[in-house]
């Protein structure tokens, strides 16, 4: 039943927010493009779940995810044309951090096999059914501001917010690149097995690529703030999600309380965790 609950609830949320970002927005047939779109998520999400669920499998999990949001964005790009130049950049910038982060989580699950986090989980349907859910309601509101800036039909010359949301992206995105980077080379040598990273951005920030996904989607919704109108304010649930999700859900809880679990014991990962900030990055104390 929990589940159950958790499932409407999510997908409430999802089309909520999609309906109220269709406001001034274009329509595929009788429906609002936005709203098509939120429920595209959902439905991608629906199918991929049938043979994962046959086959007690969460390999493509993370990587649908990524297709689901290349697949909505192509969607509304398709429908909602002619783009302007905003559209068509915040178009851009979703589909290369989907294709990123997509090949990146899926040659990790590759190389380890599997994902911890779902051993309990897809062992029952309706639970594992809750993620592949609730992993389309990510989809929705993590995109909710790139899906209104290419969707409405209003349209706003670029200006000082399309500036400043374009850098956070693109600082966001470098962070985020160069801390999983760095967190893999790390991980790749056999003499740091069963070590904790502190080196190069996790010198700065116990959580950088966090920190980077956060700030590169608050990018996004900065460039859209000249477009909001009433019910499409909405959208600004974009970053306060992902913060969310990060910073009190399934991202930086779970890695330290593993983190503890492993080292807790161990000085030098004391000395790291009280010195190092948890999400922000600061210059390491010398």
């Not at 499409?232 to 983190?259: C, D, H, N, Y």
Request: aromatic share 14%.
């Amino acid at each position: 039943m929990k589940s159950i609950i958790v499932i409407v609830v999510a997908v409430l949320i999802g089309l909520s927010v999609s309906i109220a970002g269709s406001q001034n927005g274009a329509n595929f047939g009788s429906i609002p493009l936005f709203l098509f779109c939120g429920i595209l998520a959902y439905a991608v999400n629906w199918l991929a779940f049938v043979p994962a669920n046959i086959f007690k499998t969460e390999k493509y999990y993370d990587l649908t995810g990524s297709f689901t949001y290349l697949t909505v964005i192509a969607i509304a790009c398709v429908f909602a044309s002619p783009l302007d130049l905003r559209a068509s950049v915040v178009a851009a910038m979703v589909a290369i951090w989907a294709l990123r982060l997509g090949s990146f989580l899926f040659r990790r699950i590759s190389a380890d096999g599997k994902d911890s986090r779902f051993d309990s989980i897809k062992t029952d349907s309706l639970r594992f059914l809750q993620a592949w859910t609730l992993q389309g309601t990510w989809v929705v509101l993590t995109a909710a501001s790139a899906l209104l800036i290419i969707t409405t039909t209003q349209r706003v010359p670029i200006g000082i917010f399309f500036v400043i949301g374009a850098l956070c992206w693109i600082v966001g995105f470098a962070i985020e690149v160069a801390a999983d980077r760095q967190k893999s080379a790390f991980r790749s040598k056999p003499e740091n097995k069963g070590r904790f990273i502190k080196t190069g951005l996790w010198a700065w920030s116990r959580h950088p690529n966090y920190f980077g996904e956060i700030l590169l989607w608050t990018g996004i919704t900065i460039i859209s703030l000249p477009l909001l109108n009433s019910w499409q304010w909405a959208t600004l649930i974009s970053p306060i999600f992902v913060w969310f999700l990060l910073t009190k859900v399934s991202g930086v809880p779970m890695l330290e309380r593993s983190a503890d679990k492993k080292w807790g014991d161990d000085p030098e990962y004391v000395k790291y965790r009280d010195q190092t900030p948890l999400l922000v990055p600061k210059p390491p104390k010398k």
